[in-house]
């Protein structure tokens, strides 16, 4: 076995933070290689390290035996590595072939179908064709449902045809079809002579297509192995330090009154009404409709309404305001810091310091700009703010997607909370599982038609319903 | 040529000949455009080329000289904006007007320093109409487009070359992709900075060839503020044009039709003060700028700072 890639004794430091410390990694050719962590573990920036776009502080990076020395993602990829980022790299204003002739620096790869023959292995190109399937080149980006946002992600990164594949979450945006097919296209493609880097959060993976695993804790590498032998509970305990937790609340069978009625999906309070639909059947409007984004005729929902929306970094945070400011723009009215036309906003400050703490968000303090968070911190800012107004209907848009196992835990645990404290909530996941583990009642959303699941329904059934197989 | 239509053949050359030194600056404003850079210097760097034009032609007796010269100093006022813009990160609005404002200023006193009180200013020799041997007698469209100073060939090449290293070539896809996208165009190794830094001076350069145009195939000598706004015009023509090379070509010869009109209504002697014609192009600007244009999409990241 060889090694394709060794990170030796990374460190990185971003002001007072430290980010990585001293942390050693390496990949071997023909294995999926796992890294899993917490948000804020320093998982990508480990990554960003070994794929040119973070110089270290100190430490080296080794590709194929050669110490090199990377200075943009450029070089990465002239040495075989090509890297799927946890936020789309693609430009949505550009044609599929655009944005991969963007990713190869180079006319003539833009189909993506034929490439330098010499670096691509044979699995990369089967990899390629089945990642082709649903685009064609000149696609607009924009116009492209998620998962094939996502596929286009992946063939940008191989654009140059690499054996070295670094993946950042790749399977947070997937339906569970799709996660699948994408993680067998992945054991495919190591199993062809490739080496794929895999960051997830998702420990069903790990055990599904992981060779090896290495998990980091706060900068520092926790444990490293073969998958084989570990445990769920194993693997928790070294990313989060504490051993896997039960839900404590209850749900009441008691429900409240209809406090939302939308489309023909009513939702009464303390009822968690999970919603399981395929991508594009027209969940997303339902929801933005019942949470008055979207205008409705004929909708009775009771203020006040929370909305957690999917895509947090364009519909939740603004990067350059402080946390605080953040806070402060979606409660401007809680009369904890509202002084008429002014703001209270060491009030304010004090109950971000707060929340920072209830949350376990780390970041810098209520000063730091909301940019400076990562991407699992910046989604539990948001939900916190969500629910800080009491709300009496709470609409939930993949809420866990991203986070990570303590995170996933600690947001179902609250919407389960706020349901047994009498608001209505209404969760999409295109998660089957987090649906089924957090609805008291289930619906189908099929071709814009809301669908009510009996009770007691196999995956099955609930699939058939999806996929408008039956009525 | 038939009588009746001279009017109609001057009109339009003139339209194709004062179209041409805003077309120089439109085409370097849509390069730094579509990098996602605002680049309100253009005025200044136009301003500049008049001025290096008019000393180049006049100390060197050759107006190719001034050409050059004007084209240099347009970079050169290209090159401060992207130091302030770009790399001190300042806003792409504040530092444009200063720098024009600069330049009003600088050009002023080097054109006194230069002339040193004389009144008869700086004289040069200008670039005479080049008329191309047969498709100048095609009729109407010969004498409009055919018998121009070489500065109106040299623009049709160079928005034809724009267009092609926009949409033919990896360099035009890492530039529009900098202009879109910052963030997904740095993923992919692009670097951000350095393309605008590259499309603001190649466009500022451009934009001082504009303007050794004004003074060399128009005007004939330098006066201070002599652009008048011309660069500004040019960045209602980016807009008008859509962003896009063939649109800047018509609407640039829009804007040279407006201002033609006004000597056509001159020669009518209409009831109407002459100065209403003069503040046609100025209309033609705000209402592009208002969206007359329809609705147009500017780059997703114009005017944004890149860290």
């Not at chain 1, 140059?160 to 997937?174: C, R, W, Y």
């Not at chain 1, 009642?441 to 699939?463: K, T, Y």
């Not at chain 2, 309100?40 to 000393?55: D, H, N, R, T, Y």
């Not at chain 2, 000597?263 to 109407?272: E, K």
Request: hydrophobic share 50%; with cysteine; net charge positive.
């Amino acid at each position: 076995m060889s090694r394709v890639l060794e990170l030796e004794s990374i460190s990185k430091r971003f002001g007072s933070v430290a980010a990585l410390e001293s942390v050693s990694f390496d990949l071997v050719l023909g294995e999926v290689h796992g890294l899993l962590g917490e948000n804020g573990a320093g998982k990508s920036t480990l990554m960003h390290v070994a794929f040119g776009m973070i110089a270290a502080d100190a430490g080296r990076v080794i590709v194929r035996g050669v110490p090199t020395r990377f200075r943009s993602p450029r070089d990465a990829k002239r040495l075989g590595v090509g890297m799927v980022h946890q936020h789309f790299t693609s430009v949505p204003e550009m044609t599929v072939a655009e944005n991969l002739w963007l990713a190869a620096g180079r006319y003539g790869a833009e189909a993506g179908r034929r490439s330098d023959s010499s670096t691509v292995t044979t699995a990369g190109s089967r990899l390629r064709r089945r990642l082709w399937e649903g685009l064609a080149p000149n696609d607009i980006v924009s116009s492209l449902p998620v998962g094939a946002k996502q596929r286009l992600e992946i063939l940008q990164a191989l654009a140059v045809g690499g054996d070295i594949l670094l993946l950042d979450e790749p399977t947070a945006v997937l339906a569970p079809q799709e996660t699948s097919e994408l993680l067998a296209l992945l054991r495919d493609f190591a199993n062809g002579g490739g080496a794929v880097v895999l960051i997830t959060h998702k420990l069903t993976e790990v055990f599904s297509i992981v060779d090896r695993v290495t998990v980091l804790r706060a900068g520092r590498v926790q444990s490293t192995g073969p998958v084989a032998g570990q445990t769920v509970s194993g693997l928790t305990a070294a990313m989060v330090g504490t051993a896997d937790r039960e839900p404590t609340v209850e749900t009441s069978d008691s429900l409240g009154p209809v406090l939302a009625r939308v489309d023909g999906l009513a939702v009464r309070g303390r009822e968690v009404v999970g919603v399981a639909a395929i991508e594009g059947n027209g969940q997303r409007d339902l929801l933005r409709r019942m949470a008055g984004v979207l205008p409705a005729a004929g909708a009775e929902v009771i203020e006040p309404v929370a909305f957690i929306p999917e895509d947090r970094s364009t519909e939740g945070l603004i990067p350059a305001l402080s946390l605080t400011e953040n806070w402060v723009l979606g409660l401007a009215g809680d009369a904890r810091w509202r002084r008429g036309p002014l703001l209270d906003w060491r009030a304010a400050e004090a109950r971000m310091d707060q929340v920072l703490g209830e949350y376990s968000i780390r970041a810098g303090g209520p000063q730091a700009p909301a940019g400076t968070l990562s991407g699992g911190n910046q989604q539990k800012l948001i939900f916190a703010r969500a629910l800080e107004a009491a709300p009496r209907v709470i609409v939930a848009e993949n809420p866990t997607r991203g986070l990570d196992v303590h995170a996933t835990w600690f947001v179902q645990e609250r919407l389960r909370r706020a349901a047994a404290a009498g608001a209505a909530v209404v969760v999409y996941s295109s998660d089957l599982d987090e649906v089924l583990s957090l609805a008291t009642r289930l619906v189908v959303i099929s071709r814009r038609r809301v669908l009510q699941v009996p009770p007691g329904a196999s995956r099955e059934a609930i699939g058939a319903m999806m996929i408008g197989a039956t009525s | 040529m038939s009588g009746s239509i001279a009017p109609l053949v001057g009109f339009l050359a003139a339209a194709v000949r004062i179209g041409t030194p805003l077309l120089w600056a439109a085409a370097g404003e849509v390069l730094a455009e579509r990098a996602g850079v605002i680049n309100l210097s253009v005025e200044g760097s136009m301003l500049a080329g008049c001025l290096g034009a008019a000393i180049g032609a006049h100390a060197s007796g050759n107006p190719w000289v001034g050409m050059a010269a004007g084209l240099v100093a347009g970079a050169i006022i290209a090159l401060g904006f992207a130091a302030v813009a770009i790399w001190a990160r300042t806003d792409q609005i504040i530092a444009g007007t200063a720098l024009t404002m600069a330049s009003v200023g600088v050009t002023g006193l080097i054109y006194r320093q230069a002339t040193s009180g004389q009144v008869t200013g700086l004289s040069v020799i200008t670039l005479e109409p080049l008329a191309i041997p047969g498709l100048h007698s095609i009729p109407l469209l010969g004498p409009v487009l055919f018998a121009q100073p070489l500065p109106t060939y040299l623009v049709g090449g160079a928005v034809l070359f724009i267009w092609f290293v926009l949409y033919r070539t990896t360099l035009g896809l890492r530039l529009r992709a900098a202009g879109e996208a910052a963030g997904a165009a740095r993923a992919h190794g692009v670097r951000v900075r350095l393309i605008q830094t590259g499309a603001v001076v190649v466009g500022g350069a451009l934009a001082g060839f504009g303007g050794a145009t004004l003074v060399l195939a128009q005007v004939g000598t330098f006066a201070e503020r002599m652009t008048a706004g011309r660069g500004f015009i040019a960045i209602a023509i980016v807009v008008l044009g859509r962003w896009h090379p063939a649109g800047i070509a018509l609407a640039a010869l829009l804007f040279g039709a407006a201002t033609a009109l006004q000597y056509v209504f001159q020669a009518m002697a209409l009831a109407v003060p002459y100065q209403f014609f003069l503040m046609l192009p100025y209309l033609l600007a705000l209402a592009a700028l208002t969206g007359v244009a329809g609705r147009v999409r500017a780059p997703a990241g114009l005017g944004r700072t890149v860290d």
